[in-house]
């Protein structure tokens, strides 16, 4: 009797054990991403972050207090169009990494002093508040305007005719609160400007930065206002000064 009640507690240890494993969400990891899924808080370890992984002090600062969920894009390099994308969440004081991406950014790389032409993408913090596309609203928070006259350009080759099939503005000399295609400029043309999250066509961009399709549905269904969304972007040298 003694050796059937331990066998029994033992199937009822291994149980309970299994349904306290937090259940993944829908669809799998973003391409780049570690495999990571999301914990429940009682789970957590005590030594999680509680800052952004590799961002310095200086654009550590400038994220809002209120900010639950921050964009980090870790460019390649200073003159390097290549880098990576990451969400975090923030979970009473921690910060969770959620998902990662491949992406792109200006062609000619990064600037701390970025002007219209230049081909490289501003190093800052900046608020994401509206989003849209030439496509319809796929499911997102963030106040979605869907336009043809976001569709990019078809004298432009035919790879980059989706780019703008989703797209989130990034809040660089641009007026809050309006559509992506806005094109009033608070800070003056020479500042450039229109610069946004959108899909990728396997290459450098204008400024802007470029995720995968399945990426840039994510984040709209996922950026939510009431979240205070950011984005920190920049090469890994000028994010971590």
């Known amino acids: 009797m003694r050796d059937g009640g331990a066998r029994r507690a033992a199937v009822t240890t ?14 799998g990891p973003g391409p780049a991403s570690t495999g990571n899924t999301h914990t429940k808080a009682a789970d957590k370890p005590a030594d999680e972050p509680t800052r952004i992984p590799d ?3 200086r654009l550590q600062r400038r994220i809002p207090a ?9 460019g390649d390099g200073k003159d390097s169009a ?10 009473g004081s921690a910060w969770d990494r959620v998902r990662g991406w491949p992406a792109h950014n200006g062609k000619r790389g ?12 501003p190093v800052g913090v900046f608020t994401l508040s509206d ?19 976001i569709a990019a350009p078809r004298w432009w080759p035919r790879s980059y005719w989706h780019d703008f099939d989703y797209v989130i503005a990034i809040d660089y000399n641009r007026i809050e609160g309006t559509p992506p295609n806005n094109q009033s400029r608070p800070q003056g043309y020479a500042k450039g400007g229109g610069i946004w999250l959108h899909m990728d066509h396997g ?7 470029s995720v995968s399709r399945a990426a840039m549905r994510y984040l709209l269904r996922t950026l ?15 994010l971590r000064a």
């Open 14 to 27: 291994t149980l309970l054990g299994a349904l306290l494993i937090p259940l993944g969400g829908c669809g």
């Open 55 to 57: 961002v310095g002090d």
């Open 66 to 74: 209120a900010s639950r969920q921050v964009v980090v894009v870790y």
């Open 82 to 91: 290549d880098a990576t994308v990451v969400l975090y969440t923030k979970h």
């Open 110 to 121: 990064w600037t701390t002093g970025h002007h219209e032409g230049d081909k490289r993408s």
């Open 131 to 149: 989003a849209g596309g030439a496509l319809p609203d796929p499911g997102a928070r963030l106040p979605y305007t869907r336009s043809a006259a």
């Open 203 to 209: 290459s450098g961009t204008s400024a802007c930065v």
């Open 224 to 238: 939510d206002p009431d979240r205070h969304p950011v984005v920190v972007m920049g090469d890994r040298a000028d």
